[in-house]
């Protein structure tokens, strides 16, 4: 059993930066694929960023107005933490990110994750 933590989420002007963070417990989750999500109420949670086990490939979303390019995904597995660094921050980034592990190379659907974290608020002011 892997157990996420996020933090680092909170309010932050349009144009800033936030670092989140996902801790995990229970067991390392080194050897997993691990990715954020995000989600607005009455909206499906939608994919942002996943790294590979060892941190050497990462892949990210791509929308009309990609995250590709103002969000970096990286991992520490000495400290069993993946983070997503966020820059450029509009307002609608606002959402609950998630991050989430055990999906394999390239998932970027949900249901393809096995464990979840309780989420941690990001809002961007204007």
């Known amino acids: 059993q892997v157990q996420l933590v996020e933090s680092g989420g909170g309010l932050v002007q349009a144009g800033g930066s936030l670092r989140l963070s996902c801790a995990a417990s229970?067991?390392?989750?080194?050897?997993?694929?691990v990715g954020w999500f995000r989600q607005v109420p009455g909206k499906e949670r939608q994919f942002v960023a996943a790294?590979?086990?060892?941190?050497?490939?990462?892949?990210?979303?791509d929308y009309a107005r990609s995250v590709k390019g103002r969000f970096t995904i990286s991992r520490d597995n000495a400290k069993n933490t993946v983070y997503l660094q966020m820059n450029s921050l509009k307002p609608e980034d606002t959402a609950v990110y998630y991050c989430?592990?055990?999906?394999?190379?390239?998932?970027?659907?949900?249901?393809?994750?096995?464990?979840w974290g309780q989420g941690t608020q990001v809002t961007v002011s204007s």
């Open positions: 229970g067991r390392t989750f080194s050897g997993y694929t």
């Open positions: 989430a592990a055990g999906g394999r190379y390239g998932a970027t659907i949900a249901g393809q994750f096995d464990y």
């Open positions: 790294i590979s086990e060892s941190g050497g490939s990462t892949y990210y979303a």
